[in-house]
């Protein structure tokens, strides 16, 4: 069983759509928590990043961890054609910001 | 700014041979991290430098191996090139301590032939 499993998708919805995206993890040692985007022939990006149990918002885009379910959410209101791209959720314990552990990644496609 | 640069971007090798990737991280960071990218098994960590030192490594086997320089790039090293060993190989690099916030370079795709 992989430390942090995701929903492989893939994933289309109109644009305008809410989207979900979500991982579930096995160590609860893992403190800190990433959502990276990477589009087609290019690296990850990191979307957003926390450490604590809640939501933390920025712009369309809200991340939300929920640590005594091991449970990491992220959510695109509005989404765009542009937004179409594989998301990965990636974590890691304290201290060991250079060894992420990723999730398999959503591939989402936004259809105008 | 300049981001996180890796040479070469594609590169083809045969079976047996051994190939050197580069990876010059972003002005100021000193830690640098390498990954595996395939589609069965995703990203994978392999290894993590900070001021020339091995930090971290993952679970691969020892045909693979990296290092970094004074100036903080870094090389990594796979030797015995097996077909599985295509994939695309990313470097990321960050300031010392900073648990998130990793910058990726665009990867270099290697296809064993």
């Known amino acids: 069983q992989k430390e942090v499993e995701q929903d492989p998708g893939p994933l289309s919805v109109p644009e305008g759509a809410i989207v979900s995206l979500n991982c579930t993890y096995s160590?609860?040692?893992?403190?800190?928590f990433m959502w990276y985007r990477q589009y087609s022939r290019k690296g990850p990006e990191l979307l957003m990043y926390?450490?604590?149990?809640g939501n933390k918002e920025d712009g369309r885009f809200t991340a939300q961890v929920d640590k005594s379910s091991k449970y990491i959410s992220l959510f695109i209101r509005d989404s765009q054609p542009s937004d179409s791209a594989t998301y990965l959720c990636?974590?890691?314990?304290?201290?060991?910001?250079?060894?992420?552990?990723f999730g398999q990644g959503t591939e989402l496609s936004v259809k105008p | 700014k300049a981001g996180v640069t890796q040479t070469p971007r594609y590169l083809i090798k045969t079976r047996g041979q051994q190939v050197t990737l580069s990876c010059s991280p972003i002005?100021?960071?000193?830690?640098v991290s390498w990954y595996q990218q395939t589609p069965g098994q995703g990203l994978q960590f392999l290894f993590e430098?900070?001021?020339?030192?091995?930090?971290n490594k993952g679970n691969f086997p020892g045909r693979f191996s990296g290092r970094q320089f004074s100036n903080s790039r870094s090389e990594m090293n796979v030797s015995t090139l097996e077909l599985g060993d295509s994939a695309l190989y990313l470097c990321?690099?960050?300031?010392?301590?900073?648990?998130?916030?990793?910058?990726f370079g665009s990867g270099t795709r290697l296809t064993v032939v």
């Open positions: 990636a974590m890691t314990l304290y201290n060991q910001g250079g060894k992420l552990i």
């Open positions: 430098y900070f001021s020339e030192t091995q930090r």
């Open positions: 160590n609860s040692a893992f403190q800190y």
């Open positions: 002005s100021g960071h000193r830690s």
């Open positions: 926390t450490y604590s149990s």
């Open positions: 990321a690099s960050s300031f010392p301590g900073n648990n998130y916030g990793y910058t």
